[in-house]
């Protein structure tokens, strides 16, 4: 799968500007307003990168790479500092205090894609394989054909989606909510209760004769592809 870049800006239509561009280049996307809604992002979708505002409401940009670099789930995440500032003791704080990159305001679409590009491939993060493998479990996503222990598997596409995001992440717990903006969509209502039930379709088909149930229920929060 393409990385997912989380945008934090506070500015919509420069968000809306980096989103466009950076989905039009192959690339998820996430977007936060603000410092409290972008650490809450990291934690719930872990991006593979983050595209993070020097000048945000509340928590600056800085304040938030002080404190992703603090924990040790995220101190090896990517993070591009964008600003408008471009004296050179700027931007030696921003690579001090951790961003891996600084790209001072206006820049063109071409510079950031390339500079996310660039980042990526520095922190071997880009999914560039077809294939996602779990225990016996492979996906293979151009042929879109599942096979455990060798024998193919037939999933519908919600399930198929569903399975998709449980092994681009094995052992994560997904919440219900996450699972079901990957199925079926940021803007398309679904109770939480159908992904019990696509979840139940899911585990029926994998779980073929002979093998171990690979879905955990943690109960209260969501699943994860767990051996």
Same mark, same amino acid.
């Given at each position: 799968?393409?990385?997912?870049?989380?945008?934090?800006?506070?500015?919509?239509?420069?968000?809306?500007?980096?989103?466009?561009?950076?989905?039009?280049?192959?690339?998820?996307?996430?977007?936060?307003?603000?410092?409290?809604?972008?650490?809450?992002?990291?934690?719930?979708?872990?991006?593979?990168?983050?595209?993070?505002?020097?000048?945000?409401?509340?928590?600056?940009?800085?304040?938030?790479? &002080?404190?992703?670099?603090? &924990?040790?789930? +995220?101190?090896?995440?990517?993070?591009?500092?964008? +600003?408008?500032?471009?004296?050179?003791?700027?931007? *030696? #704080?921003?690579?001090?205090? =951790?961003?891996?990159?600084? *790209?001072?305001?206006?820049?063109?679409? /071409?510079?950031?894609?390339?500079?996310?590009?660039?980042?990526? &491939? /520095?922190?071997?993060?880009?999914?560039?394989?077809?294939?996602?493998?779990?225990?016996?479990? +492979?996906?293979? #996503?151009?042929?879109?054909?599942?096979?455990?222990? =060798?024998?193919?598997?037939?999933?519908?596409?919600?399930?198929?989606?569903?399975?998709?995001?449980?092994?681009?992440?094995?052992?994560?717990?997904?919440?219900?909510?996450?699972?079901?903006?990957?199925?079926?969509?940021?803007?398309?209502?679904?109770?939480?209760?159908?992904?019990? *039930?696509?979840?139940?379709?899911? &585990?029926?088909?994998?779980?073929?004769?002979?093998?171990?149930?690979?879905?955990? +229920?943690? /109960? =209260?929060?969501?699943?994860?592809?767990?051996?």
């Amino acid at each position: 799968m393409t990385a997912l870049i989380l945008i934090v800006e506070d500015e919509p239509p420069q968000a809306e500007l980096l989103q466009y561009n950076l989905e039009k280049a192959g690339f998820r996307t996430l977007t936060a307003a603000d410092g409290e809604m972008a650490l809450r992002l990291v934690e719930e979708e872990e991006p593979d990168l983050v595209l993070l505002d020097w000048m945000l409401p509340e928590i600056s940009g800085i304040e938030i790479c &002080r404190r992703l670099r603090a &924990r040790s789930a +995220t101190k090896g995440l990517p993070i591009i500092m964008l +600003t408008a500032r471009g004296e050179e003791g700027d931007k *030696v #704080l921003g690579l001090d205090v =951790g961003a891996d990159d600084y *790209v001072v305001k206006p820049y063109s679409p /071409r510079e950031m894609i390339s500079r996310v590009h660039a980042v990526l &491939r /520095r922190a071997d993060v880009q999914h560039t394989s077809d294939t996602l493998t779990f225990d016996d479990l +492979t996906m293979d #996503l151009s042929g879109h054909r599942v096979t455990r222990a =060798g024998t193919l598997i037939h999933l519908g596409p919600t399930e198929f989606r569903l399975l998709q995001a449980l092994l681009e992440k094995p052992t994560r717990v997904f919440a219900r909510e996450t699972l079901l903006d990957r199925a079926w969509g940021k803007d398309i209502y679904v109770e939480d209760r159908t992904v019990d *039930v696509h979840i139940g379709r899911l &585990r029926k088909a994998i779980n073929i004769e002979g093998t171990s149930d690979l879905i955990r +229920t943690v /109960r =209260g929060v969501g699943y994860a592809l767990d051996g």
